[in-house]
């Protein structure tokens, strides 16, 4: 069995000023993504939840919500693309 290599990770600290200030700029708060999920149908906070909070597959989810994986699929897509426009009109 082969070995991946190392990684070495950096504090946030190490970063430069900039690329620090972009990073803190693309990160969404808590708060923010709670409000952007809760204006959503209930359907797409279950998928986003489901998938990314509790890490279901797409097969887990299905049986969850009653629905085949492919329909998972899709409500997934358009959950986050409904979430992702949400988020940047500002809600």
Known sequence: MRRRPAVTLQPESALSG???EQEAESRLSAEELQRGLAG???A???VIVLRFVEGLSHEE???V???SAGA???LQ???LA???RRLEKGL
């Open 18 to 20: 900039e690329r620090a």
């Open 40 to 42: 959503l149908p209930p």
């Open 44 to 46: 797409y906070q279950q």
């Open 61 to 63: 989810v299905a049986q």
């Open 65 to 67: 919500m009653g629905r």
């Open 72 to 74: 998972v699929r899709v």
């Open 77 to 79: 897509y358009r959950a």
């Open 82 to 84: 409904a979430l992702r």
